[in-house]
């Protein structure tokens, strides 16, 4: 019995019967679903049943969305398990953050890369500082406010519908991985490393923190976005804000193509039930 053929039976003792298929050669078995609420429903089952599966399911998007994480996937060398190394690194600098801006500053490592843009030591210092920065923004003092945003908070996941009619997608694709944790599914997709989108690694840090901090549920992962129910949201605006200092240098598309400020993102997590990132 192959490694689909066992999982469609252990799938069909509890759930209904499903077509796996395959995605990369072999990397993770995928679902269809009907999109819409559909999609999010069967998700909520395979979440529920995801001990007895020994798997832990990732809305994925559409076949589009996956065929366009394919390019990126095939492009990493990195295995999952490297992946994963490096996210310990990094998760022990969120547990103990810089408190002090690097020297030399990103603004003077721009000014180098304007006179000598093939720099690739410069580029890295760059990186490097710029990375720096974020984790002493992330941790250092909160932002000040004159009046609180009056914003909604969030409260829905969009992966399975059309971003621009609001209808579900005929069909969706639910991933379905072999991690010891949830966190662990963006070294699995290999997700990220593309334009401002953080390094595979880095999410897989980023997450593992929030999850001791507020117990959220990765849903879906598609190309561009990722999408989260919460379980402990913040209760408190420092403690929202405190979060969102962190969720901007995580991913500033959504603040900068989105809600427009720190505090207006602080508002939608205060007692949000749900979280939303996309890179441009």
Not at 95 to 116: C, F, G, I, K, N
């Given at each position: 019995?192959?490694?689909?053929?066992?999982?469609?039976d252990r799938l069909a003792e509890h759930w209904r019967p499903a077509d796996i298929t395959w995605f990369a050669d072999d990397a993770y078995?995928?679902?269809?679903?009907?999109?819409?609420?559909?999609?999010?429903?069967?998700?909520?089952?395979?979440?529920?049943?995801?001990?007895?599966?020994?798997?832990?399911?990732?809305?994925?998007?559409?076949?589009?969305?996956?065929?366009?994480?394919?390019?990126?996937?095939?492009?990493?060398?990195?295995?999952?398990?490297?992946?994963?190394?490096?996210?310990?690194?990094?998760?022990?600098?969120?547990?103990?953050?810089?408190?002090?801006?690097?020297?030399?500053?990103?603004?003077?490592?721009?000014?180098?890369?304007?006179?000598?843009?093939?720099?690739?030591?410069?580029?890295?210092?760059?990186?490097?500082?710029?990375?720096?920065?974020m984790l002493v923004d992330a941790f250092g003092p909160l932002v000040s406010y004159d009046e609180w945003p009056?914003?909604?908070?969030?409260?829905?996941?969009?992966?399975?519908?059309?971003?621009?009619?609001?209808?579900?997608?005929?069909?969706?694709?639910?991933?379905?991985?072999?991690?010891?944790?949830?966190?662990?599914?963006?070294?699995?997709?290999?997700?990220?490393?593309?334009?401002?989108?953080?390094?595979?690694?880095?999410?897989?840090?980023?997450?593992?923190?929030?999850?001791?901090?507020?117990?959220?549920?990765?849903?879906?992962?598609?190309?561009?976005?990722?999408?989260?129910?919460?379980?402990?949201?913040?209760?408190?605006?420092?403690?929202?804000?405190?979060?969102?200092?962190?969720?901007?240098?995580?991913?500033?598309?959504?603040?900068?193509?989105?809600?427009?400020?720190?505090?207006?993102?602080?508002?939608?997590?205060?007692?949000?039930?749900?979280?939303?990132?996309?890179?441009?």
């Amino acid at each position: 019995m192959t490694d689909a053929e066992g999982l469609v039976d252990r799938l069909a003792e509890h759930w209904r019967p499903a077509d796996i298929t395959w995605f990369a050669d072999d990397a993770y078995p995928l679902v269809g679903v009907p999109g819409g609420e559909e999609a999010l429903e069967a998700w909520r089952q395979l979440y529920d049943l995801r001990s007895d599966l020994g798997r832990y399911p990732v809305l994925v998007g559409t076949q589009r969305d996956i065929d366009i994480q394919y390019d990126s996937y095939s492009y990493s060398e990195s295995s999952p398990a490297e992946i994963l190394a490096e996210a310990n690194a990094f998760y022990a600098r969120l547990q103990d953050p810089p408190t002090e801006r690097p020297s030399p500053s990103v603004a003077e490592l721009h000014e180098e890369l304007r006179q000598d843009v093939g720099n690739a030591g410069a580029w890295e210092r760059y990186g490097a500082a710029a990375e720096e920065e974020m984790l002493v923004d992330a941790f250092g003092p909160l932002v000040s406010y004159d009046e609180w945003p009056v914003v909604a908070p969030a409260g829905g996941i969009t992966i399975p519908f059309d971003i621009l009619t609001r209808e579900p997608h005929p069909e969706v694709f639910i991933a379905l991985l072999d991690v010891d944790h949830p966190w662990e599914v963006f070294a699995h997709l290999k997700f990220g490393a593309f334009n401002a989108c953080p390094f595979p690694s880095r999410h897989v840090a980023w997450w593992r923190y929030w999850y001791e901090h507020y117990d959220p549920q990765i849903v879906g992962v598609t190309f561009a976005t990722v999408e989260a129910w919460v379980g402990e949201p913040p209760a408190t605006r420092e403690e929202a804000l405190r979060l969102a200092m962190q969720q901007f240098g995580y991913c500033n598309d959504i603040v900068y193509q989105g809600v427009g400020s720190v505090e207006a993102l602080a508002a939608t997590l205060l007692g949000g039930v749900s979280w939303y990132f996309w890179w441009d």
